[in-house]
């Protein structure tokens, strides 16, 4: 994972199970209330990029199936 959080200026590169997190050249830590929503507010949007780039690509492989 690399997630980019604009309001910490910082890539996030993992988020362990217990709600640590791991920006890119720190070791893992628990953030704060205002990271935490940094990063949920940055993870959301991605996540909402990203679909709506699934859900054309997969319509465009649809009407264009490969030879």
């Given amino acids: 994972m690399r997630l980019y ?6 890539f996030v590169v993992d988020v362990s199970p217990d709600g640590r997190v791991e ?5 893992p ?3 704060t209330l205002q990271e ?4 949920i507010y940055a ?6 990029a990203l ?6 690509l997969e319509r465009d492989a649809a ?5």
Avoid at 36 to 39: D, E, T, Y
Avoid at 51 to 56: F, G, K, R, V, Y
Avoid at 63 to 67: H, I, N
């Fill in 51 to 56: 679909t709506e780039a699934l859900e054309i």
């Fill in 23 to 27: 920006i890119e050249g720190e070791e």
């Fill in 36 to 39: 935490r929503r940094a990063i």
């Fill in 63 to 67: 009407r264009f199936p490969s030879s």
């Fill in 5 to 10: 959080v604009g309001p910490m200026d910082c």
């Fill in 43 to 48: 993870a959301r949007g991605e996540l909402g």
């Fill in 29 to 31: 830590r628990q953030p």
